[in-house]
């Protein structure tokens, strides 16, 4: 029987995949991309190629976006021929990177050599994308330029152009929790020049306030901003980004207050209603919550109440990380973190069987030795006195 002949592979990566789990690595050399006229949905589909791209794998330099995938990424149900065009023709256009690595110098090139567009009958388009072999040195193996990751999902809902840049700056100065820039610096930043921004209540009615719901809304990114003044002058913005803990017990301050009875329940289940939990699984949950050591549960008036904001705290740390990866089971995932905060309990009373029983054999030690000569020495003492 003759052999099957191996089918040849392609270099081509072929479809999405899942959108939710796609993440953009991005170069800083390709940050500085904001700051041209490229406009938010040319931005968007760079991030999608950069999103499904392998950045370790050069060779694999073309992404085939199937049919009604790009529809779906950028929540659209349509994109007309002429609009596609204009987007993709956009990303052909010679651009100048900022290469910190050429700090006397500067860089032009172009991003994509090639670009197909083929709609089905329903008008949904299948896109071929390949970058420049000029641009590989931006998109693989950037490790040593530096760069963002970031989830596609938080930038793909944008409205704003604004919002997209803002988003990219406090990633980028996330670690710092807490920081300040010059306002001039961030008009520029954003690229906000018209005359009527100099007026601060209405680049912070216009621009600000309005990426700040945004963000805050779409985004994983959560932040808080304050003017600072010098004199009767604002000159600095205060911007504080928000960690995923401090988030989830904004969430537990926030939840609506309950009845200590609902329904002959105990309490703390009233934070699990929207899950749905069969009696089975609610009687593991307690028999859970009931070993949980004292010190593991929040502040409260009552046994019961700090039960309840124990599980809801734990719910809401669940949603902010389904935010950041899809937990498809969520009841798994709190049985993990109760038996995680239960095994804490059970190591430090370990820990403490151990230091009793090292301190009783150190006492069993020194009461054996045979010459310590013990009882003399206190007696010679008290002879002295």
């Known amino acids: 029987m003759p052999r099957r002949k191996k ?214 990114c959560h932040f808080d901003y304050e003017p600072v003044k010098q004199g009767r002058t604002i000159v600095v913005i205060r911007f504080t980004v928000k960690t995923l803990k401090q988030l989830a017990s904004e969430d537990v301050v926030n939840l609506p207050e309950v009845p200590i009875v609902i329904k002959d329940c105990p309490l703390w289940e009233s934070a699990l209603s929207d899950w749905k939990l069969s009696a089975e699984k609610l009687d593991e949950l307690s028999a859970l919550l009931d070993a949980i050591p004292a010190y593991k549960l929040p502040e409260a008036p009552t046994a019961k109440q700090a039960q309840y904001k124990y599980i809801a705290l734990k719910v809401a740390e669940i949603k902010r990380r389904n935010q950041e990866k899809k937990i498809n089971n969520r009841f798994a995932y709190l049985r993990k973190l109760m038996q995680k905060d239960m095994e804490t309990k059970a190591e430090k009373e370990t820990a403490q069987q151990l230091a009793v029983a090292r301190g009783t054999q150190a006492f069993r030690n020194f009461t054996e030795r045979t010459n310590n000569n013990y009882i003399e020495k206190i007696l010679e003492q008290y002879k002295q006195h």
């Not at 090639?114 to 329903?122: F, I, K, L």
């Open 7 to 220: 089918l040849p592979e392609t270099s081509d990566i072929i479809g999405l995949g899942n959108p939710d789990k796609l993440t953009v690595q991005k170069s800083n050399p390709l940050q500085s991309l904001a700051k041209t006229d490229l406009t938010l949905p040319e931005l968007k589909l760079l991030d999608v190629y950069l999103a499904r791209i392998d950045s370790h794998d050069p060779e694999k330099r073309t992404v085939i976006i199937e049919k009604g995938e790009l529809e779906r990424v950028l929540c659209v149900t349509r994109i007309l021929k002429d609009d596609l065009n204009k987007r993709l023709r956009n990303l052909f256009q010679i651009v100048e990177i900022e290469d910190a690595t050429k700090p006397d110098g500067f860089k032009i090139i172009s991003l994509f050599e090639e670009a197909e567009a083929v709609p089905d009958g329903n008008g949904l388009w299948k896109i071929t994308l390949t970058c420049t072999p000029s641009a590989r040195e931006y998109i693989f193996n950037i490790e040593d330029l530096g760069y963002l990751r970031y989830r596609l999902k938080n930038v793909i809902e944008l409205k704003s152009r604004y919002s997209y840049v803002l988003f990219l700056y406090l990633e980028n100065n996330r670690f710092r929790k807490s920081w300040e820039i010059k306002l001039d610096d961030l008009k520029e930043l954003l690229k906000c020049k018209a005359t009527r921004y100099n007026q601060f209540k209405f680049f912070n009615a216009e621009i600000l306030k309005k990426c700040h719901n945004e963000l805050n809304e779409k985004t994983d």
